[in-house]
């Protein structure tokens, strides 16, 4: 009776073993599917920011050190240089000058209203 029993067992985990690699075999079908639709949008991004460069320094005469100027103020935005745009950005008080998260609409330390809207929202 017992080998009746192993030899059921050793089906059943033969069963889940076929059903487990087939899951894989597929989560990695989509995995694959989407690094190659992220890989075409960097490719996209990466041209579209390259024409608008290059437009703005021959349109406007732009240095490639102001472009590294700016692209270093706007990541240290966050506070933190990491060549990273930080999830959560923050806003500067008009009135005291300090920095809030955008989740707030008012300033924590004076009051003051924020003004104005981020074009370009992260959240």
């Not at 889940?16 to 992220?38: D, F, G, I, M, P």
């Not at 490719?43 to 100027?69: C, F, Y």
């Amino acid at each position: 009776m017992n080998f009746l029993w192993d030899l059921y067992q050793q089906g059943q985990i033969n069963e889940l073993r076929a059903s487990s690699e087939a899951t894989r075999a597929q989560e990695n079908r989509q995995v694959s599917t989407e690094v190659k639709r992220l890989h075409d949008r960097i490719d996209t991004l990466t041209l579209t920011n390259l024409a608008l460069w290059t437009l703005l320094r021959e349109k406007l005469g732009m240095s490639d050190e102001e472009l590294e100027a700016r692209i270093r103020q706007l990541d240290l935005a966050d506070g933190n240089l990491n060549g990273k745009v930080s999830a959560t950005r923050v806003w500067n008080c008009e009135g005291c000058k300090r920095a809030n998260s955008t989740r707030h609409l008012q300033c924590l330390y004076c009051g003051a209203e924020k003004k104005g809207g981020n074009p370009f929202p992260l959240r």
